[in-house]
């Protein structure tokens, strides 16, 4: 199992920039692909990004591609969502989440792919 809390969430102007940070504790992060979804009000939570657990693959949503770059420090137990280009459809609470299964050969998208989750945090660009 792993704990994962969340954090560099805030409120930011349309076309800014925040760099979130999800940090995990327990042996099995590094054999694990990470993601990042997020939830709007009133949306189901949504696959925002994932890398696989050698960091050397990643996946990224349509809505996000280009503009939000998931990356991981497997020595730190960190994992991290840059985010550019912000508009308001990107505020939502943004979770991270760890693989159930270890060393997966690819990137899971599904939410039922992942069994543990952080408790989020809240992202809201301002127009």
């Known amino acids: 199992q792993v704990q994962l809390v969340e954090s560099g969430g805030g409120l930011v102007q349309a076309g800014g920039s925040l760099r979130l940070s999800c940090a995990a504790s327990g042996r099995t992060f590094s054999n694990a692909a990470m993601g990042w979804f997020r939830q709007a009000p009133g949306k189901e939570r949504e696959f925002v990004a994932g890398i696989r657990w050698s960091g050397d693959r990643t996946l990224y949503a349509d809505s996000v591609k280009g503009r939000f770059t998931i990356s991981r420090d497997n020595a730190k137990g960190t994992v991290y969502l840059q985010m550019n280009s912000l508009n308001s459809e990107d505020t939502a609470v943004y979770y991270c989440?760890?693989?159930?299964?270890?060393?997966?050969?690819?990137?899971?998208?599904?939410?039922?792919?992942?069994?543990?989750w952080g408790q989020g945090t809240q992202v809201t660009v301002s127009s």
């Open positions: 989440a760890a693989d159930r299964q270890l060393y997966r050969t690819m990137v899971p998208r599904s939410r039922f792919d992942f069994g543990s």
